[in-house]
């Protein structure tokens, strides 16, 4: 671990770069999942943000954080959706042409909101290697700044700008728990988190068929994801370097969850508090129905990382009317 | 008409007698819809207000309005479910008993949730007739104070609070849009916008098979609506007396849209802007969608009435997982 690691005072520098630039999400509660959870339970809706998830608050925050913006020609990343939409997004904000990998198995929804953007999309096989040869190539072609979609500081400080919101509502959190895939969104949230409390704990949720998180954090070795089978499109990436080295040092657990208790987890947020969140959001959900998590408490937050679904594939929904 | 009529003055101060009562519920937009839509609009959230629904503002606004509460004994309404639902939750709020009579053909979920807030529930047939005559007998039984979903001046003036949080942000709008069902929710909606704009029109959305207060408008005579088959299950009541006195005098117009059209904006508005809206919400929203009210202007502002849905019979949700 060479590369220094984003600190609390990075998400709050990220936090004032993005004031007026990102949208301060609300945060929403409601009695009958409360009675359903047996807990107080307030939920930050990122699925709310503009492209609908958090990760315009990254991918902006390392846009803006260019030491000589003047110099970047384009920029490039590769994405299972919401990091290329958000990079597309930030980038046309700053009259950048932005080309994004996206692989094979990624959300149709998601996919046609990158090229919505303006951004180039370049198809690539599934599984984490194949991006990064998809995007070498691209690069071979033409040189452009490469956005890492969450092993990169400016990116996670940026993520940990959704928790200083909610942590900013006059709450008295036991825990905040956040979905985890490569990390980004649960390293900057933990520098929020313990930053801005005393004794808050910081949950990460995975789903059980794509754990190498979990097993990253019980094993205190970095293991990689391969190429995992989950309905959570957005968390089949493996956890980074430094999302890994802030996942060990602050967060206090991670919990797997099933995929039917993602599902389930769908549902039950659109039916009590009326939303829509993808399967990447509802495995923190499903973290706080299941109770497995120790440190949950008395009163939690939780962050919904998106909303960007596929209606015509949800479990749930059938592609009508 | 000799009944007194709401003013703007009585929106006022019921907004003071709900200050941290009812939840100012969040005005959210997407760039996606807005493209659709050909104009901005921002929707206000109301199906994220307690209860799912608008509806919390005008009961408890009655309630809390009352000269001398501690001569209420119980109190009791009719209602297609949003309406008793409110009442429910006021009166527990309160602690006073609440019944609350419901008409066959009305959304489970929301029955469910008048018991689930601890009111009596007594059913009847479908048709306002059959409402009032059902109510009537449960007062001959144990007198109780009524508090009518929409043909009460407190519950309009409630009802109106939702506009003026809306009028409070930072827009310029050219339109605010509501659903038109008893005439509640436009009547204290047009009071709110008379008192705080020029210029700015209020536009009634009413479900084509249930066009009673298209009709009334269109009229000059308060038609009855009979037993309308709609999608829309708040929609189906007619126009109250009180209610049409303000559609005449403050509202610009009156708009129809199809079931086809209630269900597609049902489900642009979990696409676009990842909130579930029930299909009365919808109404609204399909109005602006159809473009054909010739004042919504090009910054448009929209309640979301509720968003109480059952999940298992929504034409585009199927029963699972």
């Known amino acids: 671990m060479n590369e220094p690691l984003p600190d609390f005072a990075a998400v709050v520098a990220a936090a004032g770069r993005l004031q007026g630039r990102v949208r301060r999400t609300p945060v929403v509660h409601a009695d009958a999942f409360d009675a359903r959870a047996g807990r107080q339970v307030f939920f930050k809706c990122e699925n709310l943000q503009t492209g609908g998830?958090?990760?315009?608050?990254?991918?902006?925050?390392?846009?803006l954080s260019l030491p000589d913006p003047a110099r970047v020609a384009r920029v490039a990343t590769h994405s299972s959706g919401n990091h290329g939409n958000a990079l597309a997004i930030a980038a046309r904000s700053l009259h950048l042409p932005c080309t994004v990998v996206v692989p094979e198995g990624s959300s149709r929804t998601k996919v046609a909101a990158i090229e919505a953007a303006g951004a180039r999309v370049v198809h690539c096989p599934a599984g984490f290697a194949a991006r990064e040869a998809a995007l070498a190539t691209v690069l071979a072609?033409?040189?452009?700044?490469v956005v890492h979609p969450f092993d990169d500081s400016d990116v996670i400080a940026g993520q940990g700008t959704a928790a200083?919101?909610?942590?900013?509502?006059?709450?008295a959190?036991?825990?905040?728990?956040?979905?985890?895939?490569g990390g980004g969104l649960i390293g900057g949230t933990a520098l929020a988190v313990r930053g801005l409390t005393e004794g808050c704990a910081v949950i990460g949720a995975e789903p059980a068929s794509a754990d190498d998180a979990f097993r990253s954090f019980t094993s205190g070795r970095r293991v990689d994801a391969g190429v995992p089978d989950t309905i959570a499109d957005g968390l089949r990436g493996s956890i980074g370097v430094r999302n890994f080295e802030l996942l060990r040092r602050h967060v206090d657990e991670v919990v797997t969850v099933s995929e039917a208790e993602i599902i389930a987890a769908m549902r039950i947020v659109l039916d009590d508090l009326k939303l829509l969140v993808e399967p990447s959001s509802a495995v923190a959900v499903a973290a706080v129905l299941g109770g497995r998590a120790r440190r949950l408490g008395g009163q939690v937050g939780v962050i919904l990382s998106g909303g960007n679904v596929d209606l015509g594939q949800c479990p749930f929904l059938s592609g009508g009317p």
Request: no cysteine; charged share 20%.
């Open 53 to 63: 998830a958090f990760k315009l608050r990254g991918a902006l925050n390392a846009l």
């Open 141 to 145: 072609d033409k040189p452009a700044h």
């Open 173 to 181: 959190l036991d825990s905040v728990v956040a979905p985890v895939g």
């Open 164 to 171: 200083l919101e909610l942590l900013a509502e006059p709450l």
